[in-house]
């Protein structure tokens, strides 16, 4: 019994030191130092000069002699962090480090320098892809890792070109995964109290191993010991479309909208996993395979897409003519739709200019609405609907957010076509009781649930 005791203890004691603070980093630093390097890049800006000054002064601030507000041009120079990938010169760091740049240098550890090219860039990731021409000279490789196995709490080490001082290693502890700074649709940091800064952008977060797990990117400038980096898992998903110069992804074309309690509820859901469609644009991916908006995406493959970032993720990780099946809840009934992915736009426009119609404005208690116009109802792409005119703002409608010029396309799944239709079916609702509004905004499309 006693050597039994003896042995627990013992595990219990190795599995205590396993994450305690290491003796020394410098093992680490010394497998993966070698792969890492800076980045310097200069750019021509121009700069512009009051055309009063540049006229009395005929051009001696650096304008146009001739008095037509010319300009300086100047080069702006600027720091970064990068880590080679292959033996080929492939080399990955952060967008935001070359965007724009004229000429990029590379200068590796042992202190030569190439110029780089970039291959390919991803502004939504802020990931980016150089190329260096070592003619046959040698190089050292990073291992990329995976950021999915990585815990909270494991020891992290960044090395990288704070502030131009290259070398740099600092190191401390993962402190939290998924996070969301509102950044882009595939944000899903990894924070970490290592300390970075102005130039350690674009540089490796590494593990005890010496493996790859982040790309730094991200500095809070008012925080304390706040640093965040891209999964490197993110980065593997796209080298190969880095490396052809052009990062696609897959694209439904749905509106999405969380689920909270009150909308679950008037949907007849028990909890609120999962996303709501909120519209579907005519003619797109989701369009053609038959979704609707009040659909509910439950999984994608297979795979649980409990939250809108998790579907985006997983959808933007596809290629245009992927097809995916989407398994979604329709009025209570839960089926399966396969849906042919396009390519997601660099940017998405909703319309947002309508107008309001004063003589069929009538009140109904806490909300007053006018008919959509038939010209409206088309630059929006609905058949019909109602415009709020006013609301009381101490209403339960207005703190769910119900706003002036909000249409309204539908109560409780039953579509309106005019004031009359929405005072019916809105008058029709109890006090206290449970009401669901799709409704189109400035910002989009997307449902609201109150208790009237």
Request: proline share 4%; charged share 20%.
């Amino acid at each position: 019994m006693k050597k039994i005791f003896l042995l627990v203890c013992i595990m219990a004691l190795l599995s205590v030191n396993a994450y305690a603070m290491p003796e020394s980093f410098a093992p680490v630093v010394k497998k993966a130092a070698p792969s890492v390097v800076n980045i310097s890049t200069t750019k021509m800006v121009t700069r512009q000069i009051d055309p009063f000054f540049d006229d009395f002064f005929g051009g001696f601030f650096g304008g146009n002699p001739h008095g037509n507000g010319g300009g300086q041009k100047f080069k702006s120079s600027a720091l970064g962090s990068g880590f080679i990938i292959d033996m080929n010169g492939y080399i990955v760091t952060n967008n935001h480090v070359i965007e724009g740049a004229d000429e990029i240098i590379v200068k590796l550890q042992d202190e030569r320098e190439y110029k780089a090219s970039v291959i390919g860039t991803d502004p939504l990731t802020d990931l980016a892809l150089l190329k260096i021409d070592t003619k046959g000279a040698s190089i050292t490789p990073i291992l990329l890792g995976d950021s999915d196995s990585a815990e909270i709490g494991d020891w992290v080490v960044a090395i990288g070109n704070p502030l131009g001082l290259g070398g740099t290693v600092t190191a401390g502890i993962l402190s939290a995964k998924g996070r969301v700074l509102g950044d882009g649709p595939y944000d899903n940091f990894i924070q970490t109290d290592v300390s970075i800064n102005p130039g350690n952008s674009g540089g490796p977060l590494i593990n005890m191993n010496g493996e790859v797990i982040g790309i730094n990117t991200a500095i809070i400038q008012s925080a304390q010991g706040l640093g965040f980096a891209v999964p490197v898992n993110m980065l593997k998903n796209i080298i190969p479309k880095l490396k052809q110069g052009k990062v696609t992804r897959g694209w439904i074309g749905v509106t999405l909208q969380p689920l909270d309690e009150k909308l679950a509820k008037s949907f007849g859901l028990s909890d609120t996993k999962g996303v709501l469609i909120a519209d579907v644009s005519p003619g797109e991916p989701g369009d053609k395979a038959g979704l609707k908006a009040g659909d509910i995406v439950i999984a994608v493959d297979g795979k649980k897409a409990d939250d809108s970032r998790t579907l985006v993720g997983i959808i933007g990780s596809k290629s245009p003519n992927d097809r995916v099946v989407l398994t979604i809840i329709r009025d209570g009934k839960q089926r399966n739709i396969t849906v042919t992915l396009g390519e997601r736009p660099v940017e998405g426009q909703v319309a947002s200019n309508y107008g309001n119609n004063k003589k069929q404005e009538k009140r109904a208690g806490d909300i007053t609405v006018t008919a959509l116009s038939n010209e409206d109802a088309r630059s929006l792409g609905v058949s019909s609907g109602v415009v709020i005119t006013d609301i009381d703002t101490k209403s339960n409608a207005y703190g769910a957010g119900l706003r002036k010029g909000d249409v309204i396309v539908w109560v409780n799944r039953k579509s309106i076509a005019n004031p009359d239709e929405f005072y019916q079916t809105y008058n029709k609702v109890k006090k206290g009781d449970l009401v669901a509004f799709k409704i189109l905004s400035r910002s989009g499309s997307r449902f609201i649930a109150f208790n009237k």
